[in-house]
């Protein structure tokens, strides 16, 4: 069967250190693989984008890598504050393009202490 | 540019009342959807409209319809609500990337 898998388990991290968060997937193929941050009470934010031809892609303080071969994404943020807690979300794109949808995983709720 | 726009924000329905949730984007997007989400269940589409004019079931379309009235608006009824109906509702749009609404939180009692 088809499968999004993210930590379900909370993420507590101290303030300055790099928050990792996992994507793991099976039987899919994505062409894209996108990240969005999710605050209480509000709908999602896109953060970034990554195609399935790139292996890392970078935005501030945010990295994004894809493994294809491992069917993974990985998370990164560096030099992590309190702001940044939130839950953060994965989505699959299968083909990209605006018509088709996403496919999202259930996301992991990061908390970063001072 | 407000981006996507819902009403109402908070609504709360008794067991058989209809209700319809309003979304509409100012981005000239062609593609709309409608999701749901629970504690524990992430976000699981409900119908989505590819363009004006058609709309497609998502994953969880039992219990809803929509109807894609022009290019900017996709609402989202509710015939007969039920308590499962129980849920917090985005309404989104998407060039690449996807633009939600700030959602509408339903209670059924």
């Known amino acids: 069967s088809q499968k999004i898998e993210q930590n379900s388990e909370a993420l507590n991290i101290q303030e300055g250190k790099t928050a990792t968060l996992t994507c793991n997937y099976t039987n899919y193929s994505p062409a894209y693989l996108q990240w969005y941050r999710q605050d209480p009470g509000r709908g999602p934010v896109f953060l970034l984008l990554i195609r399935e031809n790139e292996k890392e892609k970078r935005k501030e303080r945010l990295k994004v890598t894809f493994d294809t071969t491992l069917k993974q994404s990985l998370f990164h943020i560096t030099a992590s504050q309190p702001a940044d807690s939130a839950t953060y979300l994965c989505a699959l794109d299968m083909k990209g393009g605006a018509t088709n949808k996403l496919i999202f995983g259930t996301g992991t709720l990061l908390a970063v202490q001072p | 540019n407000a981006g996507v726009t819902q009403t109402p924000k908070f609504q709360v329905l008794k067991t058989g009342q209809s209700m319809t949730l309003q979304c509409a984007q100012d981005?000239?997007?062609?593609?709309m959807y409608w999701y749901r989400q629970d504690p524990g269940m992430g976000l699981r589409l409900i119908y989505y409209s590819a363009s004006e004019g058609t709309t497609d079931k998502g994953e969880v379309p039992n219990g809803y319809n929509v109807s894609r009235l022009n290019k900017r608006e996709f609402s989202l009824r509710l015939e007969s609500a039920a308590p499962s109906q129980t849920s917090v509702y985005f309404c989104a749009t998407r060039g690449l990337e996807q633009y939600f609404g700030p959602g509408t939180r339903l209670t059924v009692t």
């Open positions: 981005m000239n997007h062609n593609s």
